[in-house]
């Protein structure tokens, strides 16, 4: 048996909320009709293949990093760190991991190389992109009961023109990423 792992994230450019990273082993002959980038999915499509993942025998890990963290580190070391997390949270060891993009995680045991456009390259990569990004969107699902008003629901906590709006009108919550200074591209938005 091949024991690639697919690794993907989920919120990287987001104003508000954690980047979501997951790794995902296709095992067996898992085939799942239409794994595709979940950008290129409708989320419907993302959700019913969320759950044939988790019902299939893939091997799944997500890893998250927060907002407080991203603002520490910069968001291309936090997306590193929950890339890292992601595959040593995986419960079987990869021979491999494929990673989605042009730079890999430091200090990762397995041998793992970037594959830019892998999410719509590799099966494995597709999985962990559907898994991440069915995952982030679970969680704005909740930040949108949460904080009212910001609608997180709808854009996902990204940089819409609803969002900037809603920052002028309201504030920042304690999910939002300081170091973007939203206010700034609020007001020039």
């Known amino acids: 048996m091949d024991l690639v792992a697919g690794v993907d994230e989920a919120g990287r450019g987001a104003l508000v909320g954690p980047v979501v990273a997951a790794a995902v082993i296709l095992r067996g002959d898992t085939i799942l009709l239409g794994l595709d980038d979940s950008k290129k999915l409708s989320p419907r499509a993302r959700e019913r293949l969320f759950e044939e993942l988790k ?37 079987i060891r990869p021979r491999e991991c494929m990673v989605d993009g042009n730079r890999v995680p430091c200090g990762v045991s397995v041998p793992t190389k970037a594959v830019i ?22 969680l704005m699902q909740r930040f949108d009961l949460r904080y009212p008003g910001y609608d997180f629901s709808r854009h996902k906590g990204y940089g819409t023109e609803a969002h900037y709006d809603a920052i002028l009108r309201l504030g920042l919550t304690p999910q939002h990423r300081r170091s973007f200074n939203l206010y700034k591209q609020a007001r020039l938005f």
């Open 117 to 138: 456009q892998g999410d719509s390259l590799h099966a494995c990569i597709s999985a962990a992109s559907i898994v991440a990004k069915v995952m982030r969107d679970r």
């Open 55 to 91: 019902a299939s025998d893939a091997v799944i890990s997500v890893a998250m990093v927060g907002p407080k963290l991203i603002d520490d580190v910069n968001i291309l070391n936090a997306t590193m760190r929950s890339f890292s997390r992601a595959i040593g949270r995986l419960r």
